[in-house]
Structures are given as structure tokens and as C-alpha cells.
């Protein structure tokens, strides 16, 4: 499990806040609630080189073309609650993306079950030559 600090990763962090659209009775055009992160991987110095590649290849669907991860969140009326949101998710994703890959260990038939598919192929096959045989 990767511990990510906190405080130092929020110096590295950008944030970027628009109109949102959505409820917000006559102040929706007038403040700014949604909030954007942004976050360049290639640049941060409290990943490791392994980390941002793997990030990198994980996520990038959310990646744009210049490498930096964006993130958005314009669920409440208050920026201050959509910013907690969105770090919150941000720090989920870095989680699951960076969780290591369990291997999967190749398990082998037990004889008896080899056998019991094969028994029940046999009946099905002789089900079916007798429905042929009766038809004819």
C-alpha cells in the first residue's frame, strides 16, 4: 500500500474553477463553483519513476495530450465542497490505480470433476442419437 502525503501532494496539485451548470437559482451565473484539478504527473516529485509510468498506463483515458491528469466536480453550489470532492477522488484514484496487481495462480481440474463433465457430455450426446433414432 503507497502513503501519499498529503500536504506535499497539494503543493503539487492546480485547481481551475468555472460556472457550473445545474442548480443554483440566480447566482448560477455569476459564481464560479465547479471545480477543476490538475495534476501533471510527469512532473511530480513525490512519485517514483515506476509510479508515473504505471499511473500513466492505467489512467490514460484521463490523461490529455500534454500528460496532466484532470479531474472535475460541480455537484454542490459551494467551490469549497466541490474542491474536498474532488481531492478526495483524486486520492482514490491515485489509490486504485497504484494498488499492485494480484497474479493470478493457474488451478488445475480435479480428476473427478474431468470425469463427471465428460459422464454428463456422454448422456446429453446419448439423448440426443436416441431422439435422431426415434425421428427416423
Not at 34 to 41: G, K, S, Y
Not at 49 to 59: A, V
Not at 77 to 84: D, G, V
Request: with cysteine; hydrophobic share 30%.
Amino acid at each position: 500500500m503507497i502513503t501519499i502525503d498529503e500536504i506535499k501532494l497539494n503543493s503539487e496539485l492546480k485547481f481551475r474553477t468555472s460556472r457550473s451548470s445545474g442548480p443554483g437559482g440566480q447566482s448560477v451565473n455569476k459564481v464560479s463553483t465547479q471545480v477543476e484539478l490538475l495534476f501533471d504527473i510527469s512532473s511530480s516529485g513525490l512519485l517514483s519513476e515506476d509510479e508515473k509510468i504505471t499511473l500513466s498506463d492505467k489512467l490514460r483515458n484521463r490523461i490529455n495530450n500534454e500528460g496532466i491528469l484532470t479531474l472535475k466536480c460541480n455537484e454542490t453550489r459551494s467551490q469549497l465542497k466541490n474542491k474536498e470532492i474532488v481531492i478526495n477522488r483524486f486520492l482514490k484514484l491515485l489509490e486504485e490505480a497504484l494498488k499492485p496487481v494480484k497474479e493470478r495462480k493457474p488451478t488445475k481440474r480435479s480428476k473427478a470433476s474431468v470425469e463427471k463433465r465428460l459422464r454428463n457430455k456422454k448422456i446429453q450426446s446419448d439423448k440426443k442419437k436416441d431422439r435422431k433414432n426415434k425421428e427416423e
